[in-house]
């Protein structure tokens, strides 16, 4: 009786022994996390010394940083100091891997000089992965247009996140990502005072996929050219909830190309040119959604929302104008443009107070098709569907709109 019990007693110890082991187990993981987030770079510690003075170069102490991260795989801090870091040559990421911490830090080039920021270049053999800056201020020093000196950009590379940055006076884009560049993630970013488009996606050259980009939550003002711009080579793109304001030049918005578009949420106001874009520019703009989007006035002689000739060589795929409100004036020609369209459905918009609620010229080489225009409210047009003398727009249907205020009122 008495073994029985030494032995239970013994059985029990053991199972206690166990338990804790595995206590101790499933507290190991804290302990390598806590491991992995010390594996930084502190671009003013030894051997980097960077200064942030505003006086002295740092190109060399900071590229030596990133260098660095891209062998070892550790994040490159940058401390926030009163001033900032000045940056006369562009910092380049050229390794998979390396996220850069600005923690509200700035960079500025403080020279002439045409200088690309920030650029995490892969090559056509080796993509790099799995990058990004975060809370980073860049300043270009951009008093005129330079297409070659961006604020921050990506070429080959895949899984890049550009968040909650700062980029001012750009010679170049603002924010662009081109060249074979895929599952891209643009959150957050302040943009101001840039030369060439305030945010691209495409490659300005043609020919090489851009894929799987989100444009999301950014304010891009006081531009040149394009406030967003999607090119042709651009697939799956989708920009949401942006502020884009004062486009001295461009449009708002410009789909100047691509397959699978989004432009959805976005508000759009003060722009040169168009407030949004749709058009065919080295390649088709096909498969395009533009929906619930604010767009203010248009210029003279413009308009708020143009499509022309977007999908001329697939007629089979869909334009959706869908649940936009346009607030015009009597300056503008009109919110909405069509010419050379095809499978295009105009639906639930707000058209306020423009000469032409909605345009349409299809020429005989390019015809209107396949139009449309249902459940719309015009409001204060001196024509709400106008149609040019010789316009040629075949199986247009107009049903269930309603008209204040407004000439024209006939659904057909």
């Known amino acids: 009786m008495t073994k029985s019990i030494a032995m239970l007693m013994l059985t029990a110890v053991s199972f206690c022994t166990i338990k804790a082991s595995a206590l101790q187990i499933k507290q190991a993981p804290a302990f390598k996390k806590s491991k992995a987030v010390s594996n930084t770079i502190n671009i003013k510690s030894s ?107 990506g070429s080959y590379v895949e899984r890049l996140t550009i968040k909650d940055c700062r980029v001012l006076n750009a010679w170049g884009q603002g924010i662009g990502v081109g ?56 697939h799956n793109v989708r920009f949401m909830n942006n502020l884009i304001d004062k486009t001295s030049q461009g449009a708002g918005i410009d789909i100047s190309g691509g397959y699978n578009v989004t432009a959805a949420n976005n508000k759009v106001y003060h722009y040169g040119q168009i407030g949004i874009r749709i058009q065919a520019y080295g390649g088709d703009a096909y498969n395009i959604n533009v929906t619930h989007n604010t767009v203010g006035a248009a210029p003279v002689n413009q308009f708020a929302i143009n499509c022309f000739a977007p999908n001329l060589h697939h007629p089979e795929s869909t334009i959706n104008i869908i649940g936009n409100t346009v607030n015009g004036n009597s300056v503008g020609l009109g919110a909405i443009y069509l010419n050379g369209t095809s499978n295009v459905f105009i639906s639930n918009n707000i058209l306020n107070r423009t000469r032409v609620g909605i345009s349409m010229d299809g020429l005989a080489a390019s015809p209107n098709k396949d139009v449309r225009i249902e459940g719309n409210t015009f409001n204060g047009h001196t024509v709400a569907i106008g149609v040019g003398g010789s316009s040629i727009n075949p199986n247009t249907i107009k049903r269930r709109n309603k008209y204040i205020n407004t000439a024209d009122q006939d659904d057909k």
């Open 47 to 153: 051997p980097y010394f960077a200064k942030g003075d505003g006086i002295t170069d740092d190109s060399y102490a900071i590229q030596s940083a990133i260098d660095a991260a891209g062998r070892s795989g550790a994040k490159v801090v940058f401390p926030k100091t009163s001033g900032y870091y000045v940056v006369n040559k562009g910092l380049v990421v050229n390794k998979s891997h390396v996220i850069i911490m600005g923690n509200g830090a700035k960079i500025k080039n403080r020279t002439s000089a045409h200088v690309q920021m920030l650029a995490f270049l892969g090559t056509t053999n080796k993509h790099i992965t799995g990058c990004g800056v975060y809370r980073l201020t860049i300043d270009g020093n951009g008093t005129v247009l330079d297409i070659n000196a961006s604020g921050i950009i």
């Open 179 to 234: 060249k074979s560049a895929k599952v891209v993630q643009i959150l957050h970013n302040y943009v101001y005072n840039y030369w060439g488009d305030g945010i691209h996606i495409g490659d300005q050259n043609g020919g090489e996929i851009v894929a799987n980009v989100v444009v999301d939550n950014n304010t891009v003002k006081n531009g040149y050219d394009d406030g967003i711009a999607v090119t042709s080579g651009a």
